[in-house]
C-alpha cells in the first residue's frame, strides 16, 4: 500500500502536512505526536525582522471553528536560523518553513538567505496572512502574484509552495498566475476574514478587530476552493481547511488535492494524524487501491 506523494521535488511519506501556525516549530509538541504518520510539519511564518504580533486578545472559539488574530508572531529571519533550525533538523519528519512579508523585497531577502541552507527542502510562501494590516495581499491581485513568484523562483531550486487566499473573486486566476510564475505546489486555502463583537460591550472579541476563521465550519467552502484551483492547474496542490478526520482528508484527495494540511484539529488533538493515516489504510484495504494517489481528483461529476 503506498501512501507516499510529491510536491516538486519533495516526497512525503504520508499526504499529511501539519499547517503553518498549529504545529509552532515541531519542537514545542514531539512529545505528544508520532511523526511517522507525518509527511511533514510546516513551520510558523518567518519574516524578516522579529514580531510580537497583535494585541491580545488574539484567538476567539466559535462553537465550529475559531479566530485567530495573531499577527504572525515569531522570532524573525536570524531567531529562526540561530534558534530554531538547528532544531528542526533534529526532528524525525521532514519539514516546509513558511515566510512572510511586507513587500517583495521582504520576500526576496529570505528566500535569498534560506537558499544557502541545505537542510531546507521546501518553502510556503505566505502570501495570504489574513490578521496583518495590508491594503491588499499579495494572493488578491495575479499580477503581483505573478511577479513575486517569479522573483522568488529565480532565486531557490527549493520546492516553492505558494499559499492562496480564499478571499478573492477568482482564486483560479490567482492559482494560474503563481503556477505560470514557477510554483511547484500550491496551497489551498488560507482562513476566511471574520469577526466576532461582544454584545455587552459593543466591542470586537478580538484586539486587532477581526482575524482568520478557520475549524470545521470552512470545510465546504475551503474544499470547493480545493476544487476549482485542483481542475484548473497541473502542479500539485495541498487542500486543507476544517479537516478534523480520515472522510475529510479522502473528500479532499477525491477533489484533486495530492497532500491536505492539518490545522486548527491541531490544536486540540496534535496526534490526529496518525487517527487519519490509520483510517486511510482500512479504506485503501477495503476499496481495493493500492495507492493513495489513484484517488486524486477521482471526484464523480
Known amino acids: 500500500m503506498n501512501l507516499t506523494t510529491k510536491l516538486g521535488n519533495l516526497s512525503l511519506k504520508t499526504p499529511i502536512i501539519c499547517a503553518s501556525g498549529t504545529f509552532g516549530y515541531g519542537e514545542e509538541i514531539k512529545e505528544l505526536v508520532d511523526f511517522k504518520n507525518i509527511g511533514a510539519i510546516t513551520t510558523k511564518t518567518i519574516t524578516l525582522q522579529p514580531r510580537e504580533g497583535n494585541p491580545a486578545p488574539r484567538i476567539y472559539e466559535t462553537d465550529y471553528g475559531v479566530i485567530n488574530s495573531i499577527g504572525l508572531e515569531n522570532p524573525g529571519l536570524d531567531g529562526f536560523l540561530e534558534e530554531k533550525l538547528p532544531k528542526l533538523t533534529e526532528l524525525p519528519v521532514k519539514f516546509i518553513v513558511s515566510v512572510g512579508g511586507f513587500s517583495q523585497e521582504d520576500y526576496e531577502e529570505i528566500v535569498g ?34 511577479n513575486l513568484v517569479k ?21 483560479v486566476e490567482i492559482a494560474k498566475a503563481a503556477e505560470d510564475a514557477g510554483a511547484d505546489a500550491l496551497s489551498a486555502v488560507n482562513t476566511f476574514f471574520a469577526i466576532a463583537i461582544d454584545t455587552e460591550t459593543k466591542k470586537p472579541y478580538l484586539g486587532s478587530i477581526y482575524g482568520g476563521y478557520s475549524g470545521r465550519a470552512i470545510k465546504p467552502l475551503a474544499l470547493y476552493k ?7 492547474v497541473k502542479v500539485p496542490v495541498i487542500g486543507g481547511g476544517g479537516i478534523e478526520n480520515t472522510n475529510d482528508t479522502l473528500e479532499f484527495i477525491l477533489a484533486g488535492a495530492t497532500a491536505v494540511s492539518l490545522g486548527t484539529v491541531n490544536l486540540v488533538y496534535p496526534n490526529k494524524a496518525t487517527d487519519i493515516v490509520k483510517g486511510i489504510k482500512d479504506y485503501l484495504t477495503q476499496t481495493k487501491i493500492d495507492d493513495i494517489n489513484k484517488l486524486k481528483g477521482a471526484l464523480i461529476v
Not at 544557502?116 to 491581485?141: D, G, H, R, Y
Not at 522573483?151 to 482564486?171: A, G, H, M, N
Not at 480545493?226 to 484548473?232: F, I, P, R
Request: charged share 30%; glycine share 0%; hydrophobic share 35%.
Open 151 to 171: 522573483s522568488l523562483r529565480s532565486l531557490t531550486k527549493k520546492t516553492l509552495i505558494i499559499k492562496l487566499t480564499p478571499e478573492v473573486s477568482d482564486i
Open 226 to 232: 480545493t476544487w476549482q484551483v485542483a481542475k484548473n
Open 113 to 146: 538567505r534560506l537558499e544557502t541552507k541545505n537542510e531546507i527542502e521546501a518553502l510556503e510562501v505566505n502570501l495570504s496572512c489574513p490578521n496583518i494590516k495590508m491594503k491588499k495581499m499579495f494572493s488578491q491581485n495575479k499580477e503581483l502574484t505573478y
